[in-house]
């Protein structure tokens, strides 16, 4: 992968109640987010354990991509349901890569 690229896991829990609602509405960022120039990763995972929470794994061509993302229309739709379904604000990990 090149220098620049910019690898996060998004951590969401759902409030009591919202999971599917929570689920629903990160699916349908999927398809349109893998469409994006910058995207080179992005899949969701719900916690086998914890079911109530879900992990984005994302992988972005720089900080650039990763802004690109956040202003289009179907991130912002998904941005103005965070209240009503997040038990907790979005947590961003941002991970670096450890090549062998």
Known sequence: MA???LSIIAVL???????EQLKSALQALISPTRKEEGCLDYALFQ???TPDVFY???????QEALDAHIALPHFQAF???MDELLAEPLQLVRLNAVEA
Do not use: F
Not at 13 to 19: V, Y
Not at 56 to 62: A, F, L
């Open 56 to 62: 984005m794994r994302e992988s972005w061509k720089g």
């Open 47 to 49: 916690l086998e354990d």
């Open 13 to 19: 829990k759902a409030k009591a109640g919202q999971r």
């Open 3 to 5: 220098d620049n690229t």
């Open 79 to 81: 941005v103005q349901q």
